[in-house]
Each structure stands twice: as C-alpha cells, then as structure tokens.
C-alpha cells in the first residue's frame, strides 16, 4: 500500500476595531483533514462474532481522499468590564469528498468501508459570554 496526497491551507484573517470596546472579525480559510491510518488500511477487522447490518465488520479504504473545506467565519464582540467578552458569530463551510461510511454484504458477512461521499454544506450561529467570577476569594473563569 503506498501513496500520498497534499493540500493547502491558507487563511485570511480580518479584524476591524470598533469604538466602546466592539470589534468585527471575518476569517477564510481552506481547510485540509486527512484520513485516519486505520481507515486507509485495507485490511478487515471483525468486531465480533454478531456479524449483522448494525455490527459489521470494518475495512479500510486506501484511496480515500481528504475532506477539504472553505469556510467563512463572522463574528462580533464586545468587551464587558475588565475581564468579560460577548460574542455572536456566524459560520458557513463547504466541505468536498465528505467522508462516510459505505455498507454492503459480503457473503455471509457485513463491511462496513469508508468512502469519499460527495459535498456537504455546513452552517451555523454560535452565542457566546465570558466572564472570570470570583468565589471565596479563588478566580473561575465562566463561559
């Protein structure tokens, strides 16, 4: 088994400071996730003797491929007192060559095999406080 695959994996990052402790951030970026080996060796493992549709065996796949995904990140923030921080942000990714998991008989037996599954599209709004609280005079950050 031999092979190799590569990706880049830029970013850009902007942040614009606002007045009464405010700022705006925006990030794109290109990401890269490699394959984990155990999925890559195309050897079968059984789990155990139960062999069925929701208990199958597992094979890797050596030409799977790396998910890589652009995404676009937005997100405001306003400084409270010394140590707190509210935040919203928005992010939107596309990801190529997904990875999921492909069923099929084999014989008698259940395989369960990773495969490149196509595109998917992921979005999302995150809420986020923080601030550090005191408690019988010992610091604890709270989020």
């Known amino acids: 088994m031999s092979g190799s695959s590569g990706a880049a994996s830029p970013i850009l990052q902007l942040l614009w400071k606002l007045p009464e402790k405010r700022q705006l951030r925006l990030a794109l970026a290109r990401t890269y996730k490699a394959p984990l080996t155990r999925d890559l060796v195309p050897r079968r493992y059984t789990i155990n003797n139960n062999n069925s549709a929701v208990n199958p065996d597992v094979e890797g796949n050596p030409a799977l491929r790396p998910e890589v995904s652009w995404g ?20 939107a990714r ?39 609280a005191v408690l019988a005079g010992v610091p604890l950050n709270c989020a």
Request: proline fraction near 2%; hydrophobic fraction near 40%.
């Open 72 to 91: 676009l990140d937005l997100a405001w923030e306003r400084y409270v007192g010394k140590d707190g921080v509210a935040s919203v942000s928005a992010y």
């Open 94 to 132: 596309r990801v190529e060559d997904v990875t999921t998991q492909l069923l099929y008989r084999d014989g008698a037996s259940w395989v369960s095999r990773p495969v490149n599954g196509g595109r998917a599209r992921v979005a999302g709004i995150e809420f986020d406080i923080k601030s550090q």
